[in-house]
């Protein structure tokens, strides 16, 4: 063998050799985590979660029992709004659902939501919305025609018979307002996007986080009515003051 032919084939078997321990390495060195792995893990942790804190009552599968409705299908919003608005859990299923401070962690709902969606996909989705985009005077006219009736004109809340209420709106966030339009809490009916669109869940949102810290036009925070109805106010109780003035000096004259 030519001196030439001994060089080729040592380079050839030096490169081999390279080949195959850079694929050997790579064979032994664990691919990076996919974000469906990550998802799976999540998903691990919030069945874990539900087994300890809502199977009991809504059932291993979310199927239901005596002492819980079905979750199974419910979607995203729907789950996402009773933990992060503290309805859920209940320490007794008869309980009514009221708004109480959540005592879970927003990574723990996020979890439980991951878990009982992969049981059966579907369902209103927890909505996107921004308030910032909307138009307040229209907000105000979806709020008028299908929030106030219920809610109060100013989101006080009020009683809307057979024993249940409309809770005020002013400590939830735009988030839970506008999953509380999508699923209709009860009483509360759901509107879809046919009924309220994108904009005018915007919109709405926008209105309902204005009523919180709404302008005293009249001066006075008076139900926030303003200044002809504060000026009728204020010229009933001047009247009756000066009433009561002229019963004072004609008793003591």
Known sequence: MSPR??????????????????????????????????????????ADLYALHCASCHGAAAQGTADGAPVLGAGAAALDFVLS???????????????????????DIDAIVAFVVSLAPGGPPIPAVHPEGG??????????ANCAPCH??????????????APDLHDARPVEIAEAVRIGPDPMPAFDAAIIGQHDLDSL??????????PDPGGFALGHLGPVAEGFIAWCVGFAGL???IRLIGTTT
């Open 205 to 214: 949102v926008r209105y309902v986080v204005f009523l919180r810290t709404p």
């Open 5 to 46: 032919a001994v060089t080729v084939a040592a380079v050839m078997l030096v490169v081999g050799a390279a080949l195959m321990t850079a694929a050997r390495s790579r064979a032994q060195t664990p691919p990076p985590p996919s974000p469906a792995s990550a998802s799976s893990a999540e998903v691990r942790r919030g």
């Open 85 to 107: 608005t503290g309805r859920m859990p209940l320490a007794d299923p008869r309980q009514p659902m009221v708004r109480h401070r959540s005592e879970w962690s927003r990574r």
């Open 152 to 165: 109060g004109t100013a989101g006080q809340g009020a009683a809307v018979g057979e024993g249940a209420d």
């Open 135 to 144: 138009d307040l005077a229209h907000g105000r006219q979806i709020f008028a």
């Open 243 to 245: 009433v009561v003035i």
